[in-house]
Nanobody, 116 residues
Framework: QVQLVESGGGLVQAGGSLGLSCAASGRTFSSWSMGWFRQAPGKERELVAAISGIGGSTNSSDSMKGRFTISRDNAKNTLYLQMNGLKPEDTAIYYC?????????WGQGIQVTVSS
């Protein structure tokens, strides 16, 4: 059974940094793309950043480029998101997701709150 568990969220002041982790279990994920999404209150879920399985190419939302960095450690089955220069509008629940052809599996989400 595939399981994704996020960690590392919390409260940070504007301009600060946080690092999120997503521990994956249940199979080997090295060939699957993985992604971070977020959902703020009253807003739709949006893609934050994604990373491919083979090759590790990345893409991210324009509003987060230069501030957020996605990476993965296939040996540890772990996905990371380093967030710098955080803004109050980055406040949201952050989810990691993965799947063989899309995002079929999701973590439970973790709260990130950025105070002004």
């Amino acid at each position: 059974q595939v399981q994704l568990v996020e960690s590392g969220g919390g409260l940070v002041q504007a301009g600060g940094s946080l690092g999120l982790s997503c521990a994956a279990s249940g199979r080997t994920f090295s060939s699957w793309s993985m992604g971070w999404f977020r959902q703020a209150p009253g807003k739709e879920r949006e893609l934050v950043a994604a990373i491919s399985g083979i090759g590790g190419s990345t893409n991210s939302s324009d509003s987060m480029k230069g501030r957020f960095t996605i990476s993965r450690d296939n040996a540890k089955n772990t996905l990371y998101l380093q967030m710098n220069g955080l803004k109050p509008e980055d406040t949201a629940i952050y989810y990691c997701a993965t799947g063989p052809y899309g995002y079929d599996y999701w973590g439970q989400g973790i709260q990130v709150t950025v105070s002004s």
